[in-house]
């Protein structure tokens, strides 16, 4: 039985729901791109258009994340509250749906699912695997690769602080406790601000700084066709 803490599963879980975000989030703005290319030569607004694509799409990213992590949780049931436990995923989620503007804004349609599932395998499965962090989160420049991309590295963190401070483990078997003590190594800090406030403070900038990129890509790429 996988014990209620245990930061492999939350890392599965985030993981997944990266993926299926991102994905999603390529059809934003990579359908209907001819119809664009024609208003926006006709002079529609590029930073309206935007925005009314974003806001009505924030609702849909809302409602699928409220459903994954909600379904999990009445399965699972990890004992702690729900409230904290869904921060962390609406944090992920719009993170990953930044990735998902973003790529849908520079590259073709059909090449956009393929380049989104790297990304997150990437940012996600290798940088934020908690197996991996303990030799990226040394020095150097991996650590700083990892904490500027990784989504998981910051919101499994988020959510095994929390986990270990409310329900205290104590494993009695070898494994468990050698997992529990990699876990601990790897995210629990000095103080509840480097636990909680700056993971949130870095995937906040995170998703701020890629739908900039996502804006800019729908602006300037492809202004050959926008005439």
């Known amino acids: 039985v996988v014990p209620r803490w245990s930061a492999e599963s939350l890392f599965n879980l985030h993981t997944c729901l990266a993926l299926l975000l991102s994905i999603f989030c390529l059809q934003v703005f990579a359908n209907d791109q001819p119809v664009f290319w024609r208003e926006s030569a006709s002079g529609v607004s590029v930073p309206a258009f935007y925005l009314s694509r974003l806001h009505l799409n924030t609702v849909d990213i809302l409602l699928l994340s409220f459903i994954f992590s909600g379904l999990y949780f009445v399965i699972r049931q990890p004992w702690v509250p729900f409230t904290?436990?869904?921060?962390?995923?609406?944090?992920?989620?719009?993170?990953?749906?930044?990735?998902?503007?973003?790529?849908?804004?520079?590259?073709?349609?059909?090449?956009?699912?393929?380049?989104?599932?790297?990304?997150?395998?990437?940012?996600?499965?290798?940088?934020?695997?908690?197996?991996?962090?303990?030799?990226?989160?040394?020095?150097?420049?991996?650590?700083?690769?990892?904490?500027?991309?990784?989504?998981?590295?910051?919101?499994?963190?988020?959510?095994?602080?929390?986990?270990?401070?409310?329900?205290?483990?104590?494993?009695?078997?070898?494994?468990?406790?050698?997992?529990?003590?990699?876990?601990?190594?790897?995210?629990?800090?000095?103080?509840?601000?480097?636990?909680?406030?700056?993971?949130?403070?870095?995937?906040?900038?995170?998703?701020?700084v890629l739908r900039v990129l996502a804006f800019l890509g729908l602006r300037f790429m492809n202004r050959d066709k926008q005439v």
């Open 84 to 208: 904290r436990f869904f921060i962390p995923f609406l944090l992920n989620a719009f993170a990953a749906s930044g990735w998902g503007y973003f790529i849908s804004t520079i590259v073709p349609p059909k090449h956009g699912p393929f380049i989104v599932s790297l990304i997150i395998f990437i940012v996600c499965g290798l940088l934020g695997n908690p197996s991996n962090l303990q030799e990226f989160l040394v020095g150097g420049i991996m650590k700083w690769v990892v904490n500027c991309l990784s989504i998981t590295r910051w919101t499994i963190q988020m959510n095994f602080a929390y986990d270990y401070e409310h329900l205290r483990p104590n494993p009695t078997e070898l494994e468990e406790q050698a997992l529990l003590g990699m876990a601990k190594g790897v995210f629990l800090k000095d103080s509840r601000t480097e636990e909680l406030l700056v993971p949130v403070a870095v995937l906040v900038s995170m998703g701020v």
